[in-house]
């Protein structure tokens, strides 16, 4: 299929991200006004801007509907606080329903506070994160499966970004939940866990891989960590280099092209995940998927944040030189 065939079909799949979602912050501060606190000595960072966007399992919400996917839900987590209430407005500005979120009184909203120097325009001071280490309340726990296993999409996003043993919302149970889904393109991006999904696509970065791996297996290898957990997929993306397919017709590379001075690689992942699962869905292709998923990230990484990209953007980059 071309990539116009690929993008044109988009609109007609329903979509659900699954994970840990958070509120990112993107807080500008002015260094002339860092005045000290009369009663500490202790400069402030004075913040004279603030900007919010969804993150981690959002920025791939974010990206799924900036490709123009026809709907476009998210299941995770979040607090009755205020971060919550700007995350909810954040993903709602964007297309996205935020209304499987599962409410957890008492329990603040992920939230990723990064601060820019107004003079300079970089990120250089040290972020100011809201996390959770305390296991997933069994309550919530309980939505979060019931809302998945009620679940009719065309593909399932599932966004593990929890860097902690507890406090992430792709738990066992909701692992296990993912396992009795039928009929449905299971996409799976997880930072230190890819290697307990069971009968889906696992999608992670080299380092990740040769972790996951090493844990399963004692050593790293692709092939065997697909037949164990009889992966449909297993695509390790590798960065400038593009992504190493591993499906029922072997081992291929989808090669990535190369830019130029890249602006900002954060969110280059969850870029080439939406990108990717939607083509998949489509193509039932792994290495066409990855080759989008490719195409996308070239775009976004040449934008500050977690950028997105539109189908206007991809078919421009698609027939524009290599």
């Known amino acids: 299929m071309t990539t116009a065939e690929i993008l044109a079909a988009f609109p007609k799949l329903r979509v659900l991200v699954v994970g840990d979602v958070c509120l990112d912050r993107w807080c500008t501060y002015d260094p002339a006004l860092a005045l000290a606190s009369a009663e500490t000595g202790i400069p402030r960072t004075a913040v004279v801007a603030t900007e919010v966007t969804p993150g981690a399992a959002g920025t791939v919400a974010n990206n799924l509907a900036a490709l123009g996917a026809g709907r476009v839900d998210v299941l995770g987590m979040v607090g009755d606080d205020g971060f919550g209430y700007e995350l909810r407005r954040a993903l709602s500005a964007r297309g996205i329903s935020p209304d499987l979120l599962v409410e957890a009184p008492g329990i603040p909203t992920l939230t990723y506070t990064k601060l820019i120097n107004r003079a300079s325009g970089a990120e250089d001071l040290a972020r100011v994160d809201f996390i959770r280490t305390q296991p997933l309340p069994e309550s919530v726990e309980r939505q979060i499966v019931a809302r998945l296993e009620d679940a009719r999409y065309d593909v399932i996003l599932v966004s593990d970004q929890a860097e902690t043993d507890h406090g992430g919302v792709v738990t066992p149970a909701v692992r296990a939940a993912l396992g009795r889904v039928r009929e449905t393109l299971i996409w799976v991006d997880s930072r230190l866990r890819a290697e307990l999904f069971r009968d889906v696509v696992v999608k992670p970065n080299q380092q990740e891989a040769e ?58 992942g969850d870029s080439f995940s939406a990108a990717a699962a939607l083509a998949m869905k489509v193509t039932c292709d792994a290495l066409q998927a990855a080759e989008l998923g490719n195409l996308v990230a070239s775009i976004t990484i040449m934008k500050t944040g977690t950028g997105t990209a539109s189908p206007a953007e991809v078919l421009s980059r698609a027939t524009g030189p290599a």
């Open 211 to 268: 972790a996951a791996s090493r844990r399963l297996l004692g050593a790293v290898d692709y092939g065997e960590w697909r037949r164990r957990a009889n992966l449909r997929a297993l695509v390790v993306t590798h960065g400038a280099d593009g992504a190493l397919v591993l499906d029922e017709k072997g081992e291929r590379w989808s090669r990535a092209r190369r830019m130029e001075k890249p602006v900002d690689i954060c969110g280059a």
